[in-house]
């Protein structure tokens, strides 16, 4: 096999080559191909040599005061799992109107096709003035599919 000239075989240690640190001596501002990973993330971006800092990019860290809560501010790791079942039709349905029925019908206030003789205002809305209410802003809805354009349009020309 015979003698290798390791001279010519060209290794950098994990800091940079002799020639990267050089060349960085003469120009502070060499980028080599070299990627210099940290985890700092960028606020600004450079623009030949000059490097341009970009106020949005810069995280704004906001902290609430929390003298006078009562809660502490972390979950300890001890803290019991919160099962919640899935929220239905069905659960929303006896949420709103169970007791109500209940109640009209212990006291005997439903006519012959159970329809309520005193009803509440959620009781009384039609069905195109619940469909608009519940898709008003600020109503706690999540919709799975989004309205096609002509269908806002004609709510909005029902008004």
Known sequence: MGKKNFRSI???NKRGSRIYKET???DPDYI???PVYTDVKPIGY????EYRVIPE?????????????PLKPYVSYRANVAVQEEFTAKTLFSFV??????KDFANQKLDASSLPLEPSDAESLSSETAYL???KTGSDIF?????????????????
Do not use: N
């Open 10 to 12: 060209f290794i950098g």
């Open 24 to 26: 960085r001596i003469k």
């Open 32 to 34: 080599s191909d070299i």
């Open 46 to 49: 450079r623009y030949g040599k």
């Open 57 to 69: 990019m810069i995280p704004d860290i906001i902290v609430p005061d929390l003298t006078d809560c």
């Open 97 to 102: 109107y169970e007791e109500k029925i209940k």
């Open 133 to 135: 209410e519940a898709r």
């Open 143 to 159: 919709s799975e599919r989004i309205p096609r354009h002509w269908e806002c349009l004609e709510l909005k020309s029902d008004k």
